[in-house]
Each structure stands twice: as structure tokens, then as C-alpha cells.
């Protein structure tokens, strides 16, 4: 998509939006979880994956824009090449890579609390990841580190190449492990950083505007919500309402919305 001289109201928002849905799109067909890494494809070639390294690196110096979800160990690794990817970090991202059960296995087995349950799960992520037996529990850690290697780095260093191409030394402060870090850490969204971004459009509020922004402020996103504990006939409710109406409010929204969702199966 082309942007020329973009004249949107919202401060370069259409240019940020093109930003993120492309991204979107495109961490659709990365493998992982919380954290992913591109694959290879049959329709991409050296080209191609040059052209998405410089929109990764278009997108940070137009507007600071970063893929958090893609895996900092892989852009590290694009950045200053594979062998800057220390363990510590290789295996920070590579939990993070795991479904949840996955990462509960494998960290049990980094603690040394490994069940007899867990080994079952820990086989299928053997298995998985093309391996079909457990070493012994003295070789297990090793294991899992070549593991980690091969998932993040091994089987996309062609496409690591491409990016390495368009993105190496293009910002100089992203040299090393640290400085990708705190970019990725400062990134990250928490209620406080959404908080601190929410500016009134008029200095001069007066009180009912003013205790509408702090209603805004106070709520906690989707941990103000009731959770129900069926196994325990068990009602957790939030305790931030300010007063009775807005309990009835929410409580009534969330009942008639038909939003419910189960977490354990």
C-alpha cells in the first residue's frame, strides 16, 4: 500500500493501521503462541521476505511500530546474527513459543519436578519437534536447549537472512540483546501504560467530565468481570464498583451478553 503525504485527523493513524493489520495477517501464519516465528513458504521467496524485514524496520522508524508477538530471539538473531542469541534468551522465548501445557512440562523438567504425567506431554513435544524418545534426565535440559535452537533459529535462518538484509544496522541502537529487550519490554501493554496514554481532549474538565475519565481510569479491562468456580460453587466478584447502579449495570451487560467462557475443559 501506497501513503503519500497522508492528511488523516487522527495524528498518521490510517499509516498505523496499515501497519498492525499487515502484522496481524502475517503472525497468523507464524508458528508458535505467545511468541512467534515465520515459516517457510512456498509462495515466498528471497525477495519477498526481504520486502517484510524493511516493513518491520519501516514501521519502527515511522512510528515506533513493532510486532511484539514476533519472537525477540528471532529478531536478535536478524539483527546481529544466530550466535548473538544467548540461551537465557533462547529459552525465554522458546517457552514462550509453547502452548501452555507444553511450557508447564518443559518447566518442570528445568526445575527438576518432572511427573509421570508430564513425561506425556513432554513426549508429544519430543515428537513434535521430530525427536520420538526422552533422553535420560541428565541429558533432558541439553535436549531441550537443541531443541529450542532448532525452532527459533535453525529452521528459519533462511528467512533470518532476508531480514538481516534489510534490517542489519538500519537502527543502530538495536545492536544488542539489552537494547531489543527494553524495546520489546517498553512495547508491551499493561493497564498502567494504557492508563497513562488517556488524555482528556480539554484541560478545563468540569466535575461530571471529570468523574467520567476517572470511572474510565479505574476500570481493569476483563479482570472486572464475575468468575464462576463451578467445581467449588464458588462467585469471585470484583470490588471496584462505585456504587450499586454500576454493579447492576455490568452484571446485567455481562449476563445478557452472552459472552461466557470456559477455561478448563
Known amino acids: 500500500m501506497e501513503l503519500i503525504n497522508e492528511k488523516a485527523l487522527d495524528g498518521e493513524g490510517v499509516s498505523r493501521e496499515v501497519y ?23 509462495d ?3 525477495k519477498e521476505w526481504q520486502a517484510v524485514g524493511r516493513v518491520w524496520i519501516k514501521g519502527y522508524m515511522d512510528h515506533n511500530i513493532i510486532p511484539i508477538r514476533l519472537s525477540p530471539a528471532f529478531i536478535l538473531s536478524c539483527c546481529q546474527g544466530v550466535s548473538s542469541v544467548d540461551e537465557e534468551l533462547l529459552m525465554m522465548s522458546f517457552l514462550r513459543y509453547l502452548s501452555v501445557t507444553e511450557r508447564e512440562s518443559v518447566e518442570k523438567v528445568l526445575e527438576g519436578n518432572l511427573e509421570e504425567i508430564d513425561e506425556e506431554d513432554l513426549l508429544d513435544l519430543f515428537s513434535r519437534m521430530g525427536s520420538h524418545c526422552l533422553p535420560s534426565k541428565d541429558k533432558i535440559r541439553a535436549a531441550i536447549v537443541v531443541m529450542a535452537h532448532k525452532a527459533l533459529l535453525q529452521e528459519p535462518k533462511f528467512i533470518i537472512d532476508c531480514f ?18 527494553e524495546l520489546y519490554e517498553n512495547k508491551r501493554p499493561t493497564n498502567r501504560k494504557v492508563a497513562q496514554m488517556i ?23 476483563l479482570s472486572r468481570r464475575p468468575v464462576a468456580h463451578t467445581c467449588g460453587a464458588v462467585l469471585e466478584l470484583p470490588c471496584t464498583y462505585s456504587s450499586y447502579p454500576d454493579f447492576r449495570a455490568e452484571l446485567d451487560s455481562v449476563l445478557s451478553g452472552d459472552c461466557f467462557t470456559m477455561d478448563i475443559l
Open 20 to 42: 498492525s493489520a499487515f502484522w496481524e495477517l502475517f503472525l497468523q501464519q507464524c508458528e508458535g503462541e505467545d511468541e512467534r516465528v515465520p515459516r517457510l513458504r512456498p
Open 44 to 46: 515466498y521467496s528471497e
Open 164 to 181: 538481516h538484509s534489510s534490517i542489519h544496522n538500519a537502527v543502530p541502537r538495536l545492536l544488542t540483546k539489552e537494547s531489543i529487550m
Open 199 to 221: 488524555k482528556p481532549s480539554n484541560e478545563s474538565l468540569n466535575p461530571q467530565e471529570q468523574a467520567a475519565l476517572t470511572y474510565l481510569l479505574r476500570l481493569c479491562g
